[in-house]
Structure formats: C-alpha cells, structure tokens
C-alpha cells in the first residue's frame, strides 16, 4: 500500500467517521433531525473536500504551500458548511 492510498482510506475514514456522530445522535434524542438529503449532501462534501485535499497533497510538492492551500480548502469548507447549515450569508443557496 503506497502512502497516497493509505492517506486516502484515512481521509474518506475521517469523512465517515464525522457523518456517523449525527446517525448517532438520531438515535439518542429528537434534538437531531437530519433527512436522506442532508446525509447526502453532507457525505458529497466531506468526501469531496477530503479528495480536494488529498488531491493538493500530491500535486503540491512544498510544505509551505500545502499547508496554505489546507488552510484555503478548510476555510471555504467551513464557510459553505455554516451557510448549508444556518445560512449566515442569506444567499438562496441556502434556502433562505
């Protein structure tokens, strides 16, 4: 196994990993409310930004560079999670 495929099994373990804590949660509370929707738009952006990284992290070859370009994809992954989530910016995207 090459270090590129076991980053990847880590990086789509962690996508995973973080989309059973609300499965979790449905099952303990009603606080939690999550659809089939919301799971699969939440897996296509995990996985989908998880792949980005992994991506950058084979292309981009200076340390320094890397971690600026991590940096830029979790900053935006952030800011389109919370507008998913909670619409802070307003915009239709988010269904407000």
Do not use: C, Y
């Not at 990847?8 to 089939?36: C, D, K, R, Y």
């Not at 992290?57 to 200076?62: F, G, P, T, Y």
């Not at 940096?71 to 952030?78: D, E, K, Y």
């Amino acid at each position: 196994m090459t270090l590129g495929n076991k980053r990847l099994q880590i990086i789509l373990g962690i996508a995973t990993s973080i989309l059973l804590i609300p499965l979790l949660a449905m099952q303990f509370t009603h606080e939690v409310n999550w659809s089939l929707s919301d799971f699969i738009i939440a897996g296509i952006l995990l996985f989908g930004f998880g792949l980005l990284i992994e991506f950058l992290l084979q292309k981009i070859k200076k340390h320094n560079n890397r971690i600026v370009a991590i940096v830029i994809i979790m900053i935006a992954f952030l800011l389109l999670w919370a507008e998913l989530a909670v619409g802070i910016f307003g915009t239709p995207f988010a269904g407000s």
